[in-house]
Nanobody, 127 residues
Framework: QMQLAESGGGSVQAGDSLRLSCAAS????????ISWFRQSPGKEREFVAS????????YYADSVKGRFTISKDNDKNTVILQTDSLKAEDTAVYYC????????????????????WGQGTQVTVSS
């Protein structure tokens, strides 16, 4: 059984950085995509960033482009989301998700397409 575990969240000031990690264990799907989504109270879950199995396809939400960086550590089966220049509006629970969703920029943004999800990690940014 595939499992995902996020870590690295916390409470920071605006302008600070956090390094979020998503560790995958169990039987990992081939040709997969791992993405980060986030959800704040009263809002729908929104796409943040994605990276496919070989790192060739990377996408970001416009709201985080230039501030967040997604990367993979294949040796550790871990995906990193480096979040810099954090803003109050980045406050949310951040989830990582894994699935065979392809590499199209629209498909990777569809949360319902992902089969496996982590439990989430809270990011709180104070202005």
């Amino acid at each position: 059984q595939m499992q995902l575990a996020e870590s690295g969240g916390g409470s920071v000031q605006a302008g600070d950085s956090l390094r979020l990690s998503c560790a995958a264990s169990g039987r990992i799907l081939s040709m997969y995509t791992i993405s980060w989504f986030r959800q704040s109270p009263g809002k729908e879950r929104e796409f943040v960033a994605s990276i496919n199995w070989n790192g060739a396809n990377i996408y970001y939400a416009d709201s985080v482009k230039g501030r967040f960086t997604i990367s993979k550590d294949n040796d550790k089966n871990t995906v990193i989301l480096q979040t810099d220049s954090l803003k109050a509006e980045d406050t949310a629970v951040y989830y990582c998700a894994l699935g065979n969703v392809g590499t199209h920029p629209i498909s990777v943004r569809m949360s319902r397409a992902y089969r496996f999800w982590g439990q989430g990690t809270q990011v709180t940014v104070s202005s």
